[in-house]
């Protein structure tokens, strides 16, 4: 399903209604925003049933945290946040990772922000990139996840993920090697 | 491998290829096993990149199920969570201020005794 794409004075207007209690506003802004946090969970988490879990609490955890929402990041950067604390809390609770077959994951463009040079681009390597990922370990994966595909920066992720700003640079040297060393054995074992 | 090769192998995961310092970058111009390797890494970096334009489809459900779950939001207007702050601010301090005269009072009657 496509969502429309929604101007920011729109998407303004719903959070302002949502600060203020508008259930209606805020469901449209889940509506607006699942695929990204979603995507964001699964990534974190790597399993799709657990990941679903971390969506719906994070979406619960931001309900509860709308009127403190000052509006200073984005509103998308706010989810992402919370969805980092979310799946890192649920981490803590949960020791059981299973992997899903890859080509169970149905992988769609974000329609409102799509360059298409850059999307092609993307779509192409996407699945091999997603899939070296997943074989990272999870606390590695989350800080090169965090780095290198949403750019946050070092104190950011430390901050986030309770570890110090050494461990994290530490953390991101490891995981940036072994998925080098990942995506050349899926290069060779293709040739 | 020169050493030159290992400080590059070493540089480009952690600062990519772009912050290699001005020897370093002057050596993988020269050195073909270390371009490929950089090309490599800037192919990854790339790629990592483009994960940011990728989204998964949510399970259905999830926004409903969302929305099922939400309890009452407590809003709470500014100025009123300002205003409230005095009197829990006030009760706190008298509270304190009770038990520690309670205290002293059972010591000196203690010691009097």
Known sequence: ??????????????????????????????ALHQNEVFTLAVRLVRDRELAADVSQDAFIRAWRAMPKFRGDAKFSTWLHRITVNTAWTHRAKENRVRLDPLDAIVTEPRAAT???????????????????????????RAVVV??????????????????????????LHRGRKELRRLLDGYQDGAS | MSIMCRAVHIALPTVGESGLTAPLAGHVDSCVPCRAEAIRYRTMYRELDGLALEAQRAPAGLAS????????????????????????????????AAAGTAVLLRLYRQRAA
Do not use: C
């Open chain 1, 1 to 30: 399903m496509e969502r429309e794409r929604v101007e920011p004075v729109q998407l303004q207007d719903l959070i302002e209604k949502a600060k203020l209690g508008d259930r209606d506003a805020f469901g449209e802004l889940v």
């Open chain 1, 114 to 140: 799509l360059d298409p040079v850059r999307a092609g681009e993307a779509a192409s390597a996407a699945p091999k990139i997603e899939e070296a990922l997943m074989e990272l370990t999870e606390s590695i």
């Open chain 2, 65 to 96: 199920g969302v929305l099922e779950s939400l309890g009452p939001v407590a809003v709470v207007s500014e100025p009123a969570r300002r205003d409230n702050r005095v009197p829990i601010a006030a009760v706190a301090v008298v509270a304190t």
């Open chain 1, 146 to 171: 965090l780095k290198d595909v949403y750019g946050w920066t070092h104190t950011e992720i430390a901050d986030h993920l309770s570890i110090s700003v050494t461990a994290a640079k530490v953390r």
